[in-house]
């Protein structure tokens, strides 16, 4: 008869004889709270004092195990215990403790698990130290613990790395003991009998002394400093681990300050509203209805984009239909999408012996007529309105009834689509990123008659897909690229007012983008700029400064960027270095525009360029393109290859203020009160003093 107590809300304590079970249980992912760092020490401490166990073994209730620090309390005001020193209370029970691992034991969980005297594994465990993804580390114990279990340039790998090491590859790490198949409480039952039989054997982490390996290190610190000399935490991951020779004691402390100084930055914060970001976007009311079941995908394009997205769907698991007009566009899609899943093969995201059976579930077609079936047709053409219309027109006649209907534009009008089907109400935006099966975002474009379960269908697409659905209103541009078209202008004027493009892209890559406008431009092809400024030039505003001119003399070279071997820069193989004939191009059209160039400081151009930035994200916040600040973030974060660590645009934002920045934009209006208006939603937020973290919790 085994007799259960409960220390409190998220911890109890099973005896089964002289074997203690403690077991947590804090939905959804038994994060260490609070309560249940408090419970496990009191746990713990009442069993040493209690004297009726022999053994304690601790496990969760759930889907997982530990899964790591509540992050919801990073940045309140702390309670204790803090939980290293709940780690050392277990570490030092006289009454061995073992522990039982399920499901991801990440971050505070897994060090709560190097913390007791052995580790059993249940299969399909994964084991990480992912606080370097949240501009942290591992602070309860996890740069000590883990070098003596596995080795210094283990924990190295692991720590700087942040992934979720598979249960086989933990076992051989040494980082657990045991691998078995079985339910939590079961195992911790079998496990606590064989530290009593003798079978396991247990020890305590703090007395395995680590190797010291000053080489790995010093090799590790020079290579950080070079590839992420921008981030924070991980150069202070590497410090901590270089403590982990000393006892453990004195290891803890430094590993302690080194955390503190992380959790301070603003990185860290930038990282953690990333985190969350990520799960809020489809965290809306309209995402959570009743969604159309979605099995069999078409996909009218064999482009680039089309075959993309279509190798994305194939990846999901779907069926999909392919459509061209011509034998040869066709045999072009089908070879790129064989060679994206050779690509997905390769960088380990596709099975070897899953490859052809996926590859099977593709069928090349000529007729549209083959999509009379499918449950959603995602329309991938060049944007052209007469092409689009006239496609929907025949989806429309093609098509089952309740097919959905998607438009991949990237910025045409969705309402006008829609308005070419007798069937508005099952037309929507799905707005993919190039490369479409590796970029995460997808803007979900909600047109005036779009069905709810057209929306709802739209985000578990995007889940199915692996992807970051964010909604979007129509406008020209809808979220990102609405934003881009903007604040691209003020790359140009900065280099038309005195800056290099490469003093530009040196600048931004400093403020952690991976790349610089130009060097963008080049790589996306300055041909596609180059159309839309000739296609919109009869209705540019007159009064607004022109742009493109210096980007129209490259092109008219016939230097598109990198696939035609110049652009702003020049590529030879591998090297890169800018386009000298390009300064001439500058020079004449500075002439011409009669503007007597001045220096800009790096702060400069990063300033000019976010405030650009965000002026125009505030604008699709007012008017409701975007329903929240977040979802701004999430875009660039997941489509735009915004500084993860920076939150995204309008989290950064709130690091200048609503005031700083309405000032910033009244002074640059002085030079050009066309491009530069203050947003009336900033005025506002400067008057009120609020931010838009304010916004996002009341939406
Ligand atoms: N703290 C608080 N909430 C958390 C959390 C955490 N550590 N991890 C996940 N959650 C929440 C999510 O926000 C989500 O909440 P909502 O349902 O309200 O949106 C819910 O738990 C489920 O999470 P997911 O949707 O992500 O579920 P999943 O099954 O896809 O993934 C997971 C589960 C692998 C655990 C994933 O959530 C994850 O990676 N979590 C973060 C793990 C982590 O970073 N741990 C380290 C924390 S820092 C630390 O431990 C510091 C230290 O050293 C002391």
């Known amino acids: ?10 911890i109890s304590i099973e005896m089964s004889g002289d074997i203690a079970l403690i077991c947590i249980d804090n939905p959804p992912v038994n994060a260490t709270g609070q309560a249940v760092r408090q419970g496990l020490q009191d746990a713990v401490e009442k069993l040493n004092a209690e004297g009726n166990a022999r053994v304690i073994a601790i496990y969760a209730a ?60 249940i299969e399909d465990l994964r084991v990480g130290l992912p606080e370097i993804l949240l501009g942290l580390l591992p602070g309860a114990g996890g740069t000590q613990r883990m070098p003596r279990l596995a080795g210094i340039p283990f924990a190295l790998e692991m720590i700087l790395s942040g992934r979720q ?65 921008h981030l924070f935490s991980p150069h202070k991951c590497v410090e901590a681990v270089a403590a982990s020779t000393e006892p453990l004691v004195a290891g803890l402390k430094i590993e302690r300050a080194l955390f503190m100084e992380c959790m301070d930055t603003p990185q860290r914060a930038g990282l953690i509203h990333a985190f969350f970001g990520e799960r809020a976007v489809s965290n809306i009311p309209e995402a959570k209805g009743p969604a159309r079941e979605i099995a069999h995908v078409g996909v009218i394009g ?23 007009v011509a034998q040869d566009g066709l045999d072009r899609g089908v070879a790129t999408i064989t060679s994206n899943l050779d690509g997905a093969v390769k960088r380990g995201k596709l099975k070897t012996d899953k490859r052809d059976a996926v590859q099977a579930m593709l069928t090349p077609s000529l007729d549209m007529q083959s999509l009379a079936d499918v449950d959603l047709v995602i329309e991938a053409v060049f944007e052209d309105m007469g092409v689009k219309k006239d496609i929907f027109g025949k989806l429309d006649k093609i098509c089952k009834a309740g097919a959905i209907l998607a438009s991949n534009t990237s910025y045409l009008d969705v309402d006008e689509i829609a308005a070419s089907t007798t069937r508005p109400q099952d037309v929507i935006g799905l707005h993919f ?32 897909l692996g992807k970051v659905g964010v909604r979007a209103g129509v406008c020209d541009g809808f979220i990102g690229n609405r934003i881009l078209a ?95 004939a390009v300064d001439t191009f500058i020079a004449e059209e500075r002439d011409k ?74 002074t640059y209006a002085k030079e050009d009160a066309t491009y530069w208006q203050v947003p009336a939603l900033l005025e506002k937020m400067a008057a009120s003093g609020t931010s838009f973290a304010d916004m996002n919790k009341e939406a």
């Not at 290099?500 to 963008?520: C, I, R, Y």
């Open 165 to 229: 090491v598979p249960a086989k590859e933990a076992l051989e790490a040494g980082i657990i003991d045991r691998l078995e198949a079985g339910e939590p409480r079961d195992i911790a039952l079998k496990a606590a009998k064989d530290v009593l039989d003798g079978t396991l054997q247990t020890r305590r982490t703090d007395q395995i002394a680590v190797t010291p390996d000053q080489g790995a290190l010093d090799q590790t610190a020079a290579h950080l400093q070079k590839t992420q000399g």
């Open 486 to 580: 903007h604040y691209s202008k003020t790359a140009a004027y900065l280099v038309l007012d005195g800056a290099t493009p490469q003093q530009v892209d040196n600048a931004l890559e400093g403020f952690g983008f991976a790349m610089g406008p130009h060097k963008v431009g080049d790589l996306a092809g300055l041909d596609i700029g180059w159309m839309t400024r000739k296609r919109k030039a009869a209705t540019r505003d007159p009064n607004e400064r022109y742009a493109g001119a210096v980007a129209d003399r490259i092109c008219e070279e016939g230097w598109f960027g990198r696939k035609s071997g110049k652009g702003y820069y020049v590529y030879d193989s591998r090297d890169i270095s800018p386009n000298l």
């Open 302 to 324: 064999g482009g680039t984009m089309g075959s993309g997205i279509a190798t994305a769907c194939l990846l999901a698991g779907l069926k999909v239909t392919l459509i061209e």
């Open 593 to 666: 525009a009669g503007v007597t160039p001045r220096s800009f400081t790096d702060q400069d151009i990063v300033d000019r360029y976010m405030t650009a930035m965000i002026s125009e994200a505030a604008r699709v916040v007012e008017d409701g393109t975007a329903k929240r600040p977040l979802d701004v973030d999430m875009v660039f974060l997941f489509g735009y290859g915004f500084p993860r660590h920076r939150g995204g645009p309008l989290h950064y934002a709130d690091t200048i203020g609503a005031e700083a920045l309405v000032a910033r934009i009244k």
């Open 62 to 121: 759930g889907r997982t195990f530990v899964a790591g620090a509540d992050i919801r309390e990073f940045g309140k005001p702390f309670v204790p215990p803090a939980l290293p020193d709940v780690f050392n209370v277990i570490e030092a029970s006289s009454v061995p403790v073992i522990s039982v691992l399920h499901g991801t034991a990440l971050g505070g969980g897994l060090e709560l698990g190097l913390s007791t005297h052995a580790r059993i594994g």
């Open 1 to 10: 008869m085994s007799k259960t107590t409960a220390i409190n809300d998220c």
């Open 433 to 464: 990123f190039s490369p479409a099966h590796v970029m995460r975002l997808l803007e979900i474009v909600v047109a005036d008659k779009t069905a709810p379960d057209v929306v709802a269908s739209g985000f578990a697409l995007a889940k199915k």
